[in-house]
Every structure is written in structure tokens, then in C-alpha cells.
């Protein structure tokens, strides 16, 4: 498997390096150096990292037919599937290839991929066309999460295996996980979601309230909300594990009131 990676990894740089495109113009010295912080390593070749963020809506003010994020997605979404089953394999040696796969499939499905890009900024480096810039919002879940996977396939090509490693465990796994959000019967979010809906009630809403320490041992508090009412307010390392610590009070507290 690591073999046939390599191989993809040196022809599509054989590809960027032949078209000598100038892409990387479409970004600023700033918005490289503040991708720099979020991928954690030097940016060697731009021209990778444009790509990945160029949406096709962007390809009518560019040159080039193929330049969309779309390759570089592929790619991601292959080194993405891979880091994620290496994780599992080694986290539960005992289990068999149906939970494994369900568990990959709840980490790497677009509501994750698209969370992880919101919690990283990306948005802010995306091509877009105008028309689409204009109408997009937090929901635009799959423009997001394709651009995440493109990302991440950029980071192959420009860093190697081990860097893709680094990042998709700090930025996407490592917070589903410490969450419990990767399992089914301890998502707490999943479960006052389904109370709600089964019970005819308004959605939860969750909203960061405070963040506090320093940034590498930061805790966020999160309140819940079902209508007017704050039901749950819980506290995490990271949003997600807040959220899920929130979402469990406000489950007990809903269903305590409705019993």
C-alpha cells in the first residue's frame, strides 16, 4: 500500500512541476504562512496547496480545464481512508472488520471532514466563484469537506505519509475519539438530536460560551440549547468533546423534565 502511494505521490508532482502553473499568485505571502500553521510543516510547493483550495465554481477566471480541487480530493480521501484504518486497527485489536469499518465511516463522513474544516479556518483560504461566495455558509458541508480532503492530499505531495499522519490525527481523529463521538452508543450529541426529533422538539444548538487557557492546554464550555432553554453547559479539551459533555447533561435534564 505505501508503495503504490509513493507512486501516485511522484506522478502527480511530476504533473505540477511540468506545468509550471501560477497558481500559487491566487493566495497571499499571509494566507501561506497562515496555512503553515494550521498543516504544522513549511509549504515546499504551493502550487499544491492552490489547488486544493480552488473550487470548480473558480475555473471560468482560470486558464487551465483540470485546475479544481477534484485530483487533489481524490487523493486526500484515499491517505484520509488509510491514516483512519491504520488508527483502528492498532486501537482495537479485538475487533472485527464490521466495527472497524463503521467506525472509519463515522470519522471520515462529510459532517466530520466539514466540522474539521470550519474548526480550522479553511474556509477562509477557498477559490470560489462569486455567485457561490456570496450565498455560501456554514452549511455548504460538501464544499468543505472536499476542500479538507484536498488538503490533505496536498500535504501528501508536498510532505509525505507521516505529515498527513500528524495533521488528520490532530485535527480530525484525535477530537472525534476523545469525544466518543466515534461510537455509536456514547454519542450524546447523536442522542438528545434523535430525543429531540422523536419528541417534537426544537433542535439543540450548541454555542461556545468560553475558552480559556493557554493554546496548547485550551478548555472550551459549551451550552446547549432546545428552543429558549439552556439545558446542558459542559466543558472539553476541544469543542467536540464540550459539546459532547453538554449534549449528555442536557439529556439527562430534558428527560428528567419530561418523565
Known amino acids: 500500500m505505501i508503495r503504490i502511494f509513493t507512486r501516485i505521490k511522484n506522478i502527480f508532482s511530476k504533473r505540477a512541476s511540468q506545468k509550471n502553473r501560477t497558481e500559487k499568485k491566487l493566495l497571499t505571502t499571509k494566507q501561506f504562512t497562515?496555512?503553515?500553521?494550521?498543516?504544522?510543516?513549511?509549504?515546499?510547493?504551493?502550487?499544491?496547496?492552490?489547488?486544493?483550495?480552488?473550487?470548480?465554481?473558480?475555473?471560468?477566471?482560470?486558464?487551465e480545464d483540470?485546475?479544481?480541487?477534484?485530483?487533489?480530493?481524490?487523493?486526500?480521501?484515499?491517505?484520509?481512508?488509510?491514516?483512519?484504518?491504520?488508527?483502528?486497527?492498532?486501537?482495537?485489536?479485538?475487533?472485527?472488520?464490521?466495527f472497524l469499518?463503521?467506525?472509519?465511516?463515522?470519522?471520515?463522513?462529510?459532517?466530520?471532514?466539514?466540522?474539521?474544516a470550519e474548526d480550522i479556518g479553511l474556509v477562509k483560504f477557498l477559490l470560489m466563484n462569486q455567485n457561490l461566495s456570496n450565498t455560501f455558509s456554514r452549511g455548504a458541508k460538501t464544499v468543505l469537506s472536499d476542500a479538507f480532503e484536498a488538503l490533505v492530499g496536498a500535504l501528501y505531495l508536498d510532505h509525505g505519509l507521516?505529515?498527513?499522519?500528524?495533521?488528520?490525527?490532530?485535527?480530525?481523529?484525535d477530537p472525534i475519539v476523545e469525544a466518543g463521538e466515534h461510537l455509536v452508543d456514547e454519542n450524546y450529541k447523536s442522542q438528545l438530536l434523535e430525543y429531540a426529533q422523536a419528541n417534537k422538539l426544537d433542535l439543540p444548538n450548541y454555542?461556545?460560551?468560553?475558552?480559556?487557557?493557554?493554546q496548547h492546554e485550551r478548555v472550551f464550555t459549551v451550552q446547549v440549547t432546545?428552543?429558549?432553554?439552556?439545558?446542558?453547559?459542559?466543558?472539553?479539551?476541544?469543542?467536540?468533546?464540550?459539546e459532547q459533555n453538554a449534549a449528555q447533561i442536557a439529556l439527562e435534564k430534558i428527560q428528567e423534565s419530561q418523565a
Open 34 to 63: 497562515d496555512l503553515e500553521k494550521i498543516i504544522g510543516y513549511p509549504i515546499k510547493e504551493q502550487s499544491h496547496y492552490v489547488q486544493a483550495l480552488i473550487h470548480r465554481s473558480f475555473l471560468e477566471e482560470l486558464d
Open 66 to 98: 483540470d485546475a479544481s480541487n477534484e485530483r487533489l480530493e481524490f487523493l486526500g480521501d484515499a491517505v484520509l481512508s488509510l491514516i483512519t484504518a491504520e488508527y483502528l486497527f492498532h486501537l482495537y485489536p479485538d475487533k472485527d472488520e464490521g
Open 101 to 116: 469499518t463503521k467506525v472509519r465511516a463515522k470519522i471520515v463522513n462529510r459532517n466530520s471532514l466539514a466540522e474539521s
Open 162 to 173: 507521516e505529515a498527513c499522519r500528524v495533521f488528520i490525527r490532530k485535527v480530525l481523529i
Open 207 to 214: 454555542k461556545i460560551i468560553k475558552e480559556e487557557g493557554p
Open 226 to 242: 432546545v428552543g429558549s432553554d439552556i439545558y446542558g453547559i459542559g466543558k472539553g479539551k476541544n469543542k467536540k468533546s464540550a
